[in-house]
């Protein structure tokens, strides 16, 4: 099917987005600690991405942490009336960058604070709650407690979405009867594709799907079917695996990351890649 056949907008929140995005988490120093090498090239990467038509970042204030975040605001603020910013919490990091779960009532209202503080917001547009019962993935365990605490902090006007990320099927549907989801935000890729009943799922209920690590993450999805189908359509293995994603269901919003402007001129010219049947095909055997 050709990409034309998809809209490139879907609903988030209250906004209409691009369903190519933007996720910053690459914007902060190595292992997403600490400040970047080059605070120039963050801030470009960001300006660029707005000026290309991306209005959907994706962030959280525990990449730094709290750099990301900063570097967002300087790069943004103030920001365009159509941008998105979706942010996470319920994490936090140790002193040697640690992922330490952080899911207390007092960490939660701590964490969207922060996140006001450093975006420079009055209110978030959304927020997920990252469930870290298991950091790695989505591992069952109520989310009642945690998106309770979240709910009231929207009905306090701090919070206009909700979002969930890291979740089980279970969890999705639990978190529905609590308060409005606007969107999951799960590890999928070509590689990784545990996600595809709740995709579509999804889809039939208008919640968008995002999905973490796009690439691959901090391992770059490589395989020499993927390089041959680049190849054969002149294209570069990355824009493949967003253009496989972009295909894959209509409610799956991108957000590559990458630190580079090259690789973000590259990232957002995949939605000009057309896979018809027989690429699609040859991209069927990378799932693990
Ligand atoms: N909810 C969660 O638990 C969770 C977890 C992880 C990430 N996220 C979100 O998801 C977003 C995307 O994930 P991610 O950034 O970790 O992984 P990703 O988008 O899958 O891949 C990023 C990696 O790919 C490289 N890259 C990007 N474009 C490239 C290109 N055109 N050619 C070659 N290499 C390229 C980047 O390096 P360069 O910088 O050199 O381009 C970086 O190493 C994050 O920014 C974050 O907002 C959420």
Not at 76 to 101: E, M
């Amino acid at each position: 099917m050709s990409p034309t056949a998809f809209s490139t907008t879907y609903q988030l929140g209250h906004r209409l987005v691009n369903r190519l995005g933007y996720g910053a988490m690459q914007l902060a120093g190595p292992g997403v600690f600490g400040p970047p090498k080059d605070r120039g090239a963050a801030l470009a990467v960001l300006r660029e991405a707005l000026v290309s038509g991306v209005n959907h970042i994706d962030t959280s204030d525990f990449y730094g942490p709290h750099i990301t975040n900063q570097i967002i605001r300087e790069a943004l603020h103030p920001y365009p009336d159509n941008l998105t910013i979706v942010t996470k919490i319920s994490a936090r990091r140790g002193a040697d960058g640690a992922w330490i779960p952080a899911m207390s009532r007092a960490e939660l209202i701590q964490a969207v604070h922060d996140n006001l503080r450093n975006l420079g917001l009055e209110m978030l547009d959304v927020v997920n709650l990252r469930s870290m019962f298991d950091v790695h993935g989505p591992a069952e365990g109520s989310i009642e407690e945690p998106l309770t605490v979240l709910a009231e902090l929207q009905q306090q006007g701090l919070v206009r979405h909700i979002g969930l990320s890291n979740v089980t099927p279970t969890q999705v549907a639990q978190g529905r009867t609590i308060c409005n989801i606007v969107c999951v935000q799960n590890q999928y890729n070509l590689a990784h594709r545990e996600d595809d009943a709740l995709i579509d799922d999804l889809a039939r209920q208008g919640i968008a799907y995002v999905p973490f690590f796009p690439l691959g993450g901090f391992t770059p999805l490589q395989s020499s079917e993927l390089s041959n189908v680049a190849q054969q359509l002149g294209a570069t293995p990355m824009q493949v695996a967003l253009a496989w994603l972009w295909q894959r269901s209509p409610n799956i919003l991108l957000i590559p990351g990458t630190s580079s402007v090259a690789h973000l001129r590259e990232n957002l010219a995949s939605v000009r890649l057309t896979l018809t049947s027989e690429p699609l095909a040859q991209l069927e055997s990378i799932a693990e």
